[in-house]
């Protein structure tokens, strides 16, 4: 976890259903009260990826060079896996919550990403919640995108380092 980067360029190859299957398996095993797996992904690969940047300039209103550069933000990566919140009806587990679950299984699915020598960022955008966007990813009503883990194979990342978090500014105690 401490090595961890995002990785906002990758290259072109990704990993296979075959391959992603374990991983997901294993950042399903995040805590979730009830056992609901409020939550899902979708694999956008190939052309799925072209009618996805559409959908962004349809959320966005975007024209001409803006709007071209918009739709060509989902071809960064080979694989976009959308983070779905897909609530389930629970009197014990409050949405927040369940939405909780569908965050730490998206983090924990890049910490495994990454482990395999994957290139992973999570992206979000202000069209994740977009009408258009919704409709394109073929939601139900009570649906909605937390964003896109971008995946692809790594590629040589310029140096740099993380500032370091001082834990003990974080940390209190009653």
Known sequence: ?????????????????????????????????????????????????????????????????????????????????????????SHKVPLWEQEAVASGVAHALSLVLDEAGWGVMWRTGHYTRSGAVHRMHELKPDEYLLGWLYVGGTKKQKGGRRKPVKAKDLLSSL
């Not at 360029?9 to 805590?31: F, G, N, Q």
């Not at 690969?45 to 989902?74: N, Q």
């Open 1 to 89: 976890m401490r090595r961890r980067r995002s990785q906002p360029s990758v290259s072109d190859a990704a990993p296979t259903k075959r391959e992603l299957v374990p991983l997901i398996e294993a950042a399903a095993s995040v805590a979730d009260h009830g056992s609901l797996r409020p939550w899902r992904l979708i694999a956008l690969r190939g052309d799925a990826r072209s009618r996805f940047g559409s959908a962004i300039v349809e959320a966005t209103g975007l024209e001409g060079g803006a709007a071209e550069k918009m739709a060509a933000k989902p071809l960064r990566a080979p694989l976009l896996l959308a983070i779905v919140v897909s609530p389930k009806p």
